[in-house]
């Protein structure tokens, strides 16, 4: 039986908890509750601006008719009086006022005065908290969000997901984060992430992350039943989408390959495998972490390139290209559906779609990915 954090997890439980959340799609997710009171906490001081805009607004075309009426002043001089009433500047009166005109600007005065007041302290007060320009910064990243494509969603952004994000970060790769805790929106910003605040198992977070136009997705939360419920939703939500998911036991790897997800991987056996291997052949592991992409030797890295359709690679052989491309050699090929060949021979003709795993010096790869793309 699995072991996850000192509880059991056998099938049957295992899959009980993945019935109760679709049972709680109607009801909120967690962490729900403070994601939308942090929400909420930050538009009050927005709030209480718009409604104070409102007010003063409507004090000013009430002003502004009641002079036209009761005075028959013009317009121009209605507004005039209105906004100089209210602000008390005082430049002195247009006319001289009748006593309808007195009692009706002195009740201006009396409900306009404190609304203006009250105004231009929340206008401060959200302008040196930086609660507009944080609104603003949100609503911008919102925006940018929903016009990305073939982006990557990394649902849970703790020590598993982090580092998903940092390595994704450092290929180049576009990735937006949902992440159910509010106390690491700081933490996110600071690093230039992408966000979604609210849990993955609400299908509207994933809407918000993009999920429709998105080519992967990264669960990666500490629970085997949220990273199934996630996963099903995902594929629901967009079936072309690559699916790679955590799991913590060897009950949860089963369910999510059952769920259909295509990378389906478990932290700790990859752990233990690495430490095993170290004993056992610790040259090997040495040499993995030189060629790992982003670690190791900065001179030594490992690629994978396709070949674009009318590339002038297509109809050459191995042995051409690695000749042309100094200190690059291609260690697997894959064709088509056809399963990965390792070390194809020299003279394997290369072909438009082909995908190449190269191996070499960095300045040299980026000269052959760069011919690719161009």
Not at 4 to 15: I, P, Q
Not at 30 to 40: C, K, L, V, Y
Not at 99 to 111: E, K, P
Request: aromatic fraction near 6%.
């Amino acid at each position: 039986m699995a072991e996850k954090r000192g509880t059991s997890y056998d099938s049957a439980s295992l899959f009980e908890s993945i019935l109760k959340r679709f049972a709680r799609r109607a009801a909120a997710p967690p962490g729900t509750g403070e994601i939308r009171a942090a929400a909420a906490a930050a538009n009050h001081s927005t709030h209480r601006v718009a409604v104070a805009v409102a007010v003063v607004t409507a004090l000013v075309a009430g002003g502004t008719a009641g002079y036209m009426l009761i005075e028959r002043m013009s317009f121009i001089d209605s507004i005039y009086m209105t906004v100089i009433t209210i602000t008390t500047v005082g430049y002195g009166e247009v006319k001289r006022l009748d006593t309808a005109g007195r009692v009706f600007t002195m009740a201006l005065i009396f409900t306009g005065v404190g609304t203006a007041f009250y105004l231009f302290s929340n206008v401060t007060e959200a302008v040196v908290g930086g609660q507009l320009r944080e609104l603003f910064e949100r609503r911008s990243m919102n925006r940018k969000i929903q016009q990305l494509e073939n982006h990557v969603i990394l649902c849970g952004y703790g020590r598993f997901g982090r580092i998903v994000a940092e390595e994704l970060q450092r290929d180049g790769i576009v990735a937006v984060v949902i992440e159910s805790d509010p106390g690491k929106e700081h933490e996110l910003i600071r690093n230039g992430e992408l966000y979604v605040l609210g849990s993955a198992l609400d299908e509207g977070i994933l809407d918000q992350a993009g999920i429709e136009k998105a080519a992967d997705i990264v669960v990666a939360t500490a629970s085997d039943p949220d990273n199934v419920y996630i996963s099903l939703s995902a594929r629901s939500r967009n079936p072309r989408i690559r699916i790679h998911a955590r799991a913590e036991s060897e009950i949860g790897l089963k369910h999510l390959r059952l769920a259909g997800v295509e990378r389906a991987i478990s932290s700790y056996q990859w752990s233990a495998l690495r430490i095993a291997n170290a004993i056992a052949r610790p040259s090997v592991v040495d040499f993995l972490g030189l060629i790992l992409p982003g670690r190791g030797d900065e001179e030594i890295n490992i690629e994978e390139v396709v070949v674009p359709a009318q590339s002038h690679l297509a109809g050459k052989t191995i042995g051409e290209v690695e000749r042309e491309n100094e200190r690059v050699r291609v260690v697997a090929l894959k064709r088509g559906g056809e399963p990965i060949h390792l070390i194809p021979t020299p003279q394997t003709v290369l072909a438009a779609g082909d995908l190449l795993i190269a191996i070499g010096a960095r300045a040299s790869l980026s000269t052959l990915t760069a011919i690719l793309e161009g």
